[in-house]
């Protein structure tokens, strides 16, 4: 295991994506919480990019769970049967918007508590709807999040509750409302879960990660602002190119001055 980080190398951590990514967002396109709440149950186990190809249509005609309902679980399936576990999920949704039409009045409930009981709703799914329909700084702890968070040494936990339980203790709050989506974009496109990317981390010098690509350690060259992880690079060297959104490339350059953090 890593070595865990110090509070002056986690503060140097989340400055450096605060000042690279200030307002990160979060990849699945939804409308209002309740389409947020569905797009994120039907992200189990499904990539964000195969759920937002299906889900603009769905949204179009059932963007309410009084819509849903009318839609019926058969034609709700036939919207999203290109996502993986469709059949489970379809039923799923449509029993979490009868409870939200019988019990809340239509209404995502805010309470983290309360979305557990619905149907096809976790604990992450819960966190995700919590911090991103009403700004609750809340961290779910999703595959790249527990990834990140053991590699680095910012919070050490062997199941998703005890990294989220260390997150919660360790990130500095002014931090924790964004926490969640720096964490995921940089698991995401800069430490991969076979291959990290640390040439193009943000944050290597402050990782304890004792398996860093080698050329981690290379100074930068002075004849260009380009990242030495860059798509243009790793191809010259042979390596995988991986695309990255805009806010994860923000959160991949280089700072100016990269304070060690200690």
Same mark, same amino acid.
């Given at each position: ?145 527990? %990834?990140? !968070?053991? /590699?680095? @040494?910012?919070?050490?936990? #062997?199941?998703?509750? $005890? ?5 919660? =203790? ?61 798509? %243009?690079? !790793?191809? /010259?060297? @042979?390596?995988?190119?991986? #695309?990255?959104?805009? $806010? ?5 350059? =280089? ?8």
């Amino acid at each position: 295991m890593p070595k865990p980080l110090s509070r002056a190398e986690i503060e140097a951590m989340f400055a450096r994506f605060a000042s690279a990514e200030p307002n990160p967002k979060g990849e699945l396109g939804f409308l209002n919480p309740f389409t947020l709440l569905v797009a994120v149950v039907l992200s189990a186990q499904a990539t964000d990019k195969g759920v937002n190809r299906a889900t603009p249509a769905l949204f179009a005609v059932a963007d309410t769970p009084q819509k849903m309902l009318a839609l019926g679980e058969a034609r709700l399936r036939d919207y999203i049967k290109t996502i993986g576990l469709y059949r489970g999920k379809a039923r799923n949704i449509i029993g979490l918007s009868k409870r939200l039409v019988e019990e809340f009045g239509g209404q995502v409930p805010r309470d983290r508590e309360v979305l557990e009981t619905l149907p096809g709703v976790g604990r992450k799914t819960a966190n995700v709807v919590l911090n991103t329909a009403f700004g609750e700084p809340l961290i779910a702890v999703d595959t790249h999040v527990f %990834r990140v !968070s053991n /590699r680095t @040494g910012l919070a050490i936990g #062997k199941t998703p509750l $005890a990294v989220e339980a260390a997150l919660s =203790r360790r990130v500095p709050e002014r931090y924790r409302l964004h926490a969640h989506h720096w964490l995921i974009l940089h698991g995401r496109y800069v430490c991969l879960a076979r291959r990290p990317n640390c040439p193009a981390c943000l944050i290597r010098d402050i990782c304890h990660f004792k398996d860093k690509t080698i050329d981690v350690l290379a100074p930068p060259s002075s004849s260009s602002s380009r990242p030495a992880g860059s798509a %243009r690079a !790793s191809a /010259r060297q @042979g390596k995988p190119r991986v #695309k990255r959104s805009p $806010a994860a490339a923000k959160l991949s350059r =280089r700072p100016a001055a990269s304070p060690r953090g200690k």
